[in-house]
Each structure stands twice: as C-alpha cells, then as structure tokens.
C-alpha cells in the first residue's frame, strides 16, 4: 500500500476498512490517491456517506464509534449544507 501519512484522520478510517474488508492492493491505492486530494476530514466523511457500500459503513461506523445510522443521518445533512 501507499504511504498514506498525509491522510486526514477519517480518510486514513477508510483505507483501514477497505484493507480489513479484503478490497484488492490497486483499489487501495487508488483511493488513497483521492484521499490526499481531500482537504478535510468532513470531505473524506462525506465521501464516505454517500459511496461506501453497506460492509464498509458497517466497520467504518464501527472505527468513527457510531452507528451505522448516524452515518446515514451525517450524509444527509452534508448534503444539505
């Protein structure tokens, strides 16, 4: 994988969980790619929101120490602002 130090907090959350969850070595490095370019934690959050399918919400939920839920609810208001 990448040199992913320069990730935001959150973005470097989703790295974690596409390695646990079996996601192939060029996907993860892709993505970490797109993740450097993000200049926040709530832009890699609201990435997150919005295309992480179901098994991955679930551990990144579980990482960020929410539900499921709240991520769903956090999506939908990032959406609003």
């Excluded at 797109?34 to 939920?61: M, Y």
Aim: a negative charge.
């Amino acid at each position: 994988m990448q040199n992913d130090s320069n990730l935001n907090y959150v973005a470097h959350l989703i790295i974690e969980t596409f390695t646990e969850n079996g996601m192939d070595a060029p996907y993860i490095a892709d993505k970490t790619q797109q993740f450097l370019g993000h200049h926040s934690k709530g832009e890699s959050l609201e990435w997150a929101c919005n295309f992480l399918d179901r098994k991955n919400q679930a551990t990144l939920a579980e990482k960020l120490g929410v539900t499921v839920e709240m991520l769903r609810v956090t999506g939908k208001v990032l959406a609003k602002i």
